[in-house]
């Protein structure tokens, strides 16, 4: 069993050495299929594909929750935030990384009242998600409404393509 094993590391290794162009090249063998599919597998869990993780400051105590969706046309994200205004958030576009950060600050201890239970969070948050394809920077809409952020970015229209003859 243990050369098994050896032979199937060894048979990676050798997959990994060869040329990229061997990519392209039709699979025929049961085994190199499967290699391939590890290797496509493997590539799905790279970082590229996931929001990017950001050191978080000392003072960052909470991280509110995102949906990131898309249509046709835009990309769309949606941050839970309840308990702030509108001027609290910051949100950058910077390449293909969108960064949201802020602060909340929760209302103090009324006098003559003992917390039995406190669950709310306060404090910065930053939260930095890597977009799948180009926005159109001048066009990104961000609206706060009943504890939301929505932050609408449109994809940037690509050229048609253009067919260039040969001389």
């Known amino acids: 069993m243990g050369g098994l094993l050896f032979s199937k590391c060894a048979r990676r290794a050798h997959i990994i050495k060869e040329h990229p162009m061997n990519a392209l090249k039709p699979i025929t063998n049961p085994a190199t299929l499967t290699e391939s599919m590890?290797?496509?597998i493997d590539?799905?869990?790279e970082p590229s594909y996931w929001p990017v993780r950001v050191r978080r400051p000392a003072d960052s105590l909470w991280e509110p929750s995102l949906d990131f969706s898309e249509t046709e046309k835009?990309?769309?994200l949606r941050l839970e935030a309840p308990g702030m205004a509108r001027d609290?958030?910051?949100v950058d576009v910077d390449g293909n990384l969108l960064t949201l950060s802020g602060k909340r600050e929760l209302?103090?201890?009324v006098?003559?009242?003992d917390y039995l239970w406190q669950e709310r969070q306060e404090g910065r948050f930053l939260?930095?998600?890597r977009l799948p394809a180009k926005v159109s920077e001048a066009k990104i809409d961000a609206v706060y409404k009943d504890g939301v952020l929505t932050v609408r970015l449109p994809k940037l229209e690509q050229a048609p393509k253009t067919k260039v003859a040969v001389k």
Request: hydrophobic content about 35%; cysteine-free; aromatic content about 20%.
């Open 38 to 40: 590890d290797r496509i």
């Open 43 to 45: 590539r799905f869990f």
């Open 74 to 76: 835009e990309f769309v």
């Open 88 to 90: 609290d958030f910051d």
């Open 107 to 109: 209302s103090r201890e």
């Open 111 to 113: 006098k003559g009242e």
């Open 127 to 129: 939260r930095t998600i």
